[in-house]
């Protein structure tokens, strides 16, 4: 077996890995001063293009290397060719790459058989603008042997080892704060670092935060009030059920997975096609979230719900509807080259998979073994060869066209055939005119009361084939065929065949979400952490490679991953352990914990978060009385060879629907939205960034949507608080935006505003405007949102 560079009995890939933090420190331009996020992009984006349209001239294995210029090698990049550097970081119109590419300059065109599409020269000037990052370690000119992948060492990672149940960690100074197993692992790990946890919250911040962690959405005060009162000695624990029995929690949960698997409702990249039916993967999302669907059972579908025996016709629409999670992805539709734009979709669902479900970065052995974690370009083909027996376009030539289960019940299906065929006979020239108009009305008949037809956006099983790698991503460039199969680091290379008539994805899905997989239950485990705390076990819950940090407590996130097998892979149930502990009960309020751990690494206090861009949204239309809870469905029409109207975004925003239900659009956000950090649409993101930026207070102080929210709850206000006076008013808006009396000084200064507030010429209905005012701070205040 090939070796990870053995040197004196330990790998040097190793050694390089141990290594890591420390080159960063000392060497901060190693990886172009890139993050993860940064090397990801270039191993997925730009070592394939480099390979495929630039390496058969600029390459240590080029037959004869042109202009002196090796792009194989961050190296070579850097030092640039006989005319000089080619590129400047984070100086894209400085880069004569770009230029090149561009073909700006007659005497200066790459490569020279003709210019790349415009899709792909954008993606060349965002990774030089993101300053050129490049992990690639290679000397530049002389040809490496690849070094190859060490399975037996890989399997000694921690992520790869398969989880075990351990005795709990003894604790010594505070048994009595212990609730469950997971406050005796939290204690011991804080005993160790000479901390204590923080007292336990009030019942006003945790019945706020539980309403705002699994509804997204602030309880009313009226619930506030009754969760205080509440004496029952287990009312947090029906508290906790309540809300997890709701459906508002798959709203806000199935959220959360929506960004995971980069949800949206039309393409982006190149052709920014509609997905008129994509919304039906977002509502089978939220309704398994909703069913406590087994966790297992919904990774199953959603990578090959059509390969699975259903009851009935429900069943049937709702495994395929899961497709959309490898359909939904961006894709280079207007690629002229078939070849090229099957295996970029492939690319896309293959990396997606692996960030998804097992927290890999499989996109990155596409063009080479991968160059930190135990994946060889074998495995990948392995892997990409039951993508590519897999149909996710009806053609793959311009403009390329998604293809769709039509699932209608039998009659409907008839109907709209005979639809169909009196609309073609109608449009036909040769149709009399008297004809056309009785078809006109034989037409309108048949559609009376005549439901739409039932189409899933989803793949299909194509024809079954094995792959060869291909030298450097080039599909052109050929070498040995690769039989379909999963990760050998963890199944081992002895694997049975895949089966001849499918493609594999059931097999695949099975694997991936089998209880054997030391990866999955970790993965899930740890991303409900995340979504509970702000922070996850492992702080990259998309990477459990190398790259990706390691976990603040690993005996804890085995034990998190053993109770989500052992509880039927159950959501609801890690959510009732992980709510129940001492440890989510935390008051933010530890000088001590702020002082010596100010990231919270170690969880000895509970860590305010801001609100996501939704929960922002929906809060401030649910407490003026105006938000719409209607469940499901899709608003954008026309057929899925269109472009998106993107004209329409401004109506949409304007809808009082949760947020959840508004077309996401890769080309184009909501700037409410995009202001508070809305996930970016085009790549897996299981952890959204939280910035303070300017923007926020500025959406807060002139959106309509407050404005307008401000005005309805300012008259609503006083209709309630009739006969009370201003400072009586001024308590009542407190308790029903903060979920807690008003303090004598803020009242104070409130109605101090009140009665200063200047009057303004023509401009009726002063007194509510002035109470809207205060409306409009409230909202815009820390206590508002952030989950406290």
Same mark, same amino acid.
């Given at each position: 077996?090939?070796?990870?560079?053995? %040197?004196?009995?330990?790998? /040097?890939?190793m050694r390089w890995r141990r290594s890591i933090p420390w080159l960063l420190v000392l060497c901060p331009g190693l990886l172009g001063a890139a993050g993860s996020e940064d090397v990801a992009f270039f191993e997925n984006k730009i070592r394939p293009l480099l390979a495929q349209h630039c390496y058969e001239c600029h390459s240590a294995r080029a037959k004869e290397v042109r202009g002196g210029l090796f792009l194989d090698s961050r190296a070579g990049v850097r030092k640039g060719g006989d005319s000089g550097a080619v590129l400047v970081p984070g100086q894209p119109d400085r880069s004569r790459l770009l230029k090149a590419l561009g073909y700006?300059?007659?005497?200066?065109?790459?490569?020279?058989?003709?210019?790349?599409p415009d899709g792909t020269i954008a993606l060349f000037r965002e990774w030089i603008e993101r300053g050129a990052p490049d992990p690639r370690e290679e000397a530049a000119g002389p040809v490496a042997e690849e070094p190859g992948i060490d399975y037996e060492e890989?399997?000694? @990672?921690?992520?790869?080892?398969r989880p075990e149940k351990g005795p709990l960690p003894e604790v010594t100074g505070k048994p009595d704060w212990v609730r469950n197993e997971i406050d005796q692992y939290i204690l011991a790990r804080l005993e160790q670092a000479g901390l204590a946890p923080a007292q336990e919250a009030d019942r006003r911040t945790l019945v706020r935060r539980a309403y705002l962690d699994l509804h997204g959405l602030p309880p009313t005060a009226s619930q506030v009030e009754a969760f205080v009162l509440d004496n029952r000695p287990d009312a947090w624990e029906l508290l906790v059920d309540e809300l997890l029995s709701s459906p508002r929690y798959g709203e806000r949960w199935g959220r959360h997975w929506l960004d995971v698997a980069r949800y949206s409702d039309s393409n982006g990249m190149d052709e920014d096609i509609a997905h008129p039916? =994509?919304?039906?993967?977002?509502?089978?999302?939220?309704?398994?979230?909703?069913?406590?669907?087994?966790?297992?059972?919904?990774?199953?579908?959603? *990578?090959?719900? $059509? *390969?699975?025996?259903?009851?009935?016709? =429900? +069943?049937?629409?709702?495994?395929?509807? =899961?497709?959309?999670?490898?359909?939904?992805?961006?894709?280079?539709?207007?690629?002229? $080259?078939?070849?090229?734009?099957?295996?970029d979709i492939v690319d896309e669902q293959l990396d997606t998979t692996g960030r998804a479900f097992m927290g890999m970065t499989l996109g990155c052995a596409r063009c080479h073994d991968h160059k930190f974690d135990p994946v060889s370009t074998e495995d990948y083909y392995g892997l990409a060869g039951i993508f590519l027996s897999t149909k996710t376009l009806i053609k793959y030539s311009v403009v390329a066209q998604y293809h769709l289960h039509d699932l209608t019940e039998p009659d409907v299906a008839e109907r709209w055939k005979q639809v169909s065929d009196l609309e073609k006979k109608k449009g036909d020239k040769k149709t009399p005119k008297e004809e056309k108009e009785k078809l006109g009305t034989q037409i309108a008949d048949l559609k009376k009361g005549l439901p739409p037809r039932h189409r899933v956006m989803g793949v299909t099983e194509d024809a079954t084939t094995d792959t060869k790698v291909h030298l450097r991503g080039n599909y052109m460039t050929l070498g040995k065929s690769v039989p379909r199969r999963v990760l050998p680091v963890i199944a081992g290379l002895e694997q049975a065949p895949m089966p001849a008539k499918q493609s594999g994805r059931l097999e695949l899905a099975r694997w991936i979400a089998g209880a054997d997989n030391p990866l999955t239950a970790r993965v899930i485990a740890n991303r409900l952490w995340r979504w509970h705390f702000g922070r996850g076990l492992v702080p990259t819950p998309d990477n459990f490679g190398i790259l990706g940090e390691r976990p603040t407590h690993p005996a804890l996130l085995d034990y998190l991953a053993l109770r989500m097998v052992e509880g039927d892979w159950s959501l609801k149930a890690l959510h009732r352990e992980i709510m129940s502990s001492a440890t989510y009960r935390q008051s933010s309020h530890s000088d001590r914990a702020r002082k010596l751990?100010?990231?919270? /690494? *170690?969880?000895?206090?509970?860590?305010?978060?801001?609100?996501?861009?939704?929960?922002?949204?929906?809060? %401030?239309? @649910? /407490?003026?009385?105006?938000?719409?809870?209607?469940?499901?469905?899709?608003? %954008?029409?026309?057929?899925?060879?269109?472009? %998106?109207? /993107?004209g329409k975004m401004a109506e949409w925003i304007k809808s009082r629907r949760r947020t959840v239900y508004l077309p996401v659009i890769r080309s184009a956000?909501? $700037? +409410?939205?995009? =202001?508070?950090?809305?996930?970016?649409?085009?790549?897996?993101d299981g952890n959204r960034r939280t910035s303070t930026v300017t923007p926020q207070a500025l959406v807060l102080m002139n959106s309509p949507l407050v404005h307008e929210s401000a005005m309805k709850i300012a008259g609503i206000m006083l209709e309630r608080t009739e006969g009370l006076d201003p400072s009586g008013r001024a308590d009542w808006l407190i308790r029903h935006y903060h979920g807690r009396p008003g303090r004598g000084d803020e009242i104070s200064r409130l109605v101090e505003h009140v009665r200063s507030y200047p009057v303004e010429e023509g401009v009726g209905q002063r007194e509510q405007r002035t109470w809207a005012g205060v409306a409009r701070a409230l909202m815009a205040a820390n206590e508002f949102l952030y989950i406290e």
């Amino acid at each position: 077996m090939r070796t990870w560079w053995r %040197i004196s009995g330990l790998p /040097k890939r190793m050694r390089w890995r141990r290594s890591i933090p420390w080159l960063l420190v000392l060497c901060p331009g190693l990886l172009g001063a890139a993050g993860s996020e940064d090397v990801a992009f270039f191993e997925n984006k730009i070592r394939p293009l480099l390979a495929q349209h630039c390496y058969e001239c600029h390459s240590a294995r080029a037959k004869e290397v042109r202009g002196g210029l090796f792009l194989d090698s961050r190296a070579g990049v850097r030092k640039g060719g006989d005319s000089g550097a080619v590129l400047v970081p984070g100086q894209p119109d400085r880069s004569r790459l770009l230029k090149a590419l561009g073909y700006l300059d007659s005497d200066l065109q790459m490569p020279p058989q003709g210019k790349l599409p415009d899709g792909t020269i954008a993606l060349f000037r965002e990774w030089i603008e993101r300053g050129a990052p490049d992990p690639r370690e290679e000397a530049a000119g002389p040809v490496a042997e690849e070094p190859g992948i060490d399975y037996e060492e890989g399997r000694r @990672f921690w992520s790869f080892v398969r989880p075990e149940k351990g005795p709990l960690p003894e604790v010594t100074g505070k048994p009595d704060w212990v609730r469950n197993e997971i406050d005796q692992y939290i204690l011991a790990r804080l005993e160790q670092a000479g901390l204590a946890p923080a007292q336990e919250a009030d019942r006003r911040t945790l019945v706020r935060r539980a309403y705002l962690d699994l509804h997204g959405l602030p309880p009313t005060a009226s619930q506030v009030e009754a969760f205080v009162l509440d004496n029952r000695p287990d009312a947090w624990e029906l508290l906790v059920d309540e809300l997890l029995s709701s459906p508002r929690y798959g709203e806000r949960w199935g959220r959360h997975w929506l960004d995971v698997a980069r949800y949206s409702d039309s393409n982006g990249m190149d052709e920014d096609i509609a997905h008129p039916e =994509a919304w039906r993967y977002r509502d089978y999302v939220i309704r398994s979230f909703n069913e406590d669907k087994r966790f297992d059972q919904f990774i199953v579908e959603q *990578l090959a719900g $059509d *390969l699975l025996p259903s009851r009935d016709l =429900a +069943e049937k629409r709702d495994q395929h509807a =899961a497709l959309g999670f490898l359909s939904v992805g961006p894709k280079m539709l207007a690629c002229d $080259d078939p070849d090229k734009m099957r295996r970029d979709i492939v690319d896309e669902q293959l990396d997606t998979t692996g960030r998804a479900f097992m927290g890999m970065t499989l996109g990155c052995a596409r063009c080479h073994d991968h160059k930190f974690d135990p994946v060889s370009t074998e495995d990948y083909y392995g892997l990409a060869g039951i993508f590519l027996s897999t149909k996710t376009l009806i053609k793959y030539s311009v403009v390329a066209q998604y293809h769709l289960h039509d699932l209608t019940e039998p009659d409907v299906a008839e109907r709209w055939k005979q639809v169909s065929d009196l609309e073609k006979k109608k449009g036909d020239k040769k149709t009399p005119k008297e004809e056309k108009e009785k078809l006109g009305t034989q037409i309108a008949d048949l559609k009376k009361g005549l439901p739409p037809r039932h189409r899933v956006m989803g793949v299909t099983e194509d024809a079954t084939t094995d792959t060869k790698v291909h030298l450097r991503g080039n599909y052109m460039t050929l070498g040995k065929s690769v039989p379909r199969r999963v990760l050998p680091v963890i199944a081992g290379l002895e694997q049975a065949p895949m089966p001849a008539k499918q493609s594999g994805r059931l097999e695949l899905a099975r694997w991936i979400a089998g209880a054997d997989n030391p990866l999955t239950a970790r993965v899930i485990a740890n991303r409900l952490w995340r979504w509970h705390f702000g922070r996850g076990l492992v702080p990259t819950p998309d990477n459990f490679g190398i790259l990706g940090e390691r976990p603040t407590h690993p005996a804890l996130l085995d034990y998190l991953a053993l109770r989500m097998v052992e509880g039927d892979w159950s959501l609801k149930a890690l959510h009732r352990e992980i709510m129940s502990s001492a440890t989510y009960r935390q008051s933010s309020h530890s000088d001590r914990a702020r002082k010596l751990d100010p990231e919270n /690494k *170690l969880l000895a206090r509970w860590m305010p978060r801001r609100m996501e861009a939704e929960v922002v949204r929906d809060s %401030i239309l @649910f /407490k003026a009385k105006r938000l719409d809870l209607a469940m499901g469905g899709g608003v %954008i029409e026309g057929k899925p060879t269109e472009y %998106i109207n /993107k004209g329409k975004m401004a109506e949409w925003i304007k809808s009082r629907r949760r947020t959840v239900y508004l077309p996401v659009i890769r080309s184009a956000g909501y $700037d +409410e939205l995009n =202001a508070f950090d809305f996930a970016d649409p085009s790549v897996p993101d299981g952890n959204r960034r939280t910035s303070t930026v300017t923007p926020q207070a500025l959406v807060l102080m002139n959106s309509p949507l407050v404005h307008e929210s401000a005005m309805k709850i300012a008259g609503i206000m006083l209709e309630r608080t009739e006969g009370l006076d201003p400072s009586g008013r001024a308590d009542w808006l407190i308790r029903h935006y903060h979920g807690r009396p008003g303090r004598g000084d803020e009242i104070s200064r409130l109605v101090e505003h009140v009665r200063s507030y200047p009057v303004e010429e023509g401009v009726g209905q002063r007194e509510q405007r002035t109470w809207a005012g205060v409306a409009r701070a409230l909202m815009a205040a820390n206590e508002f949102l952030y989950i406290e």
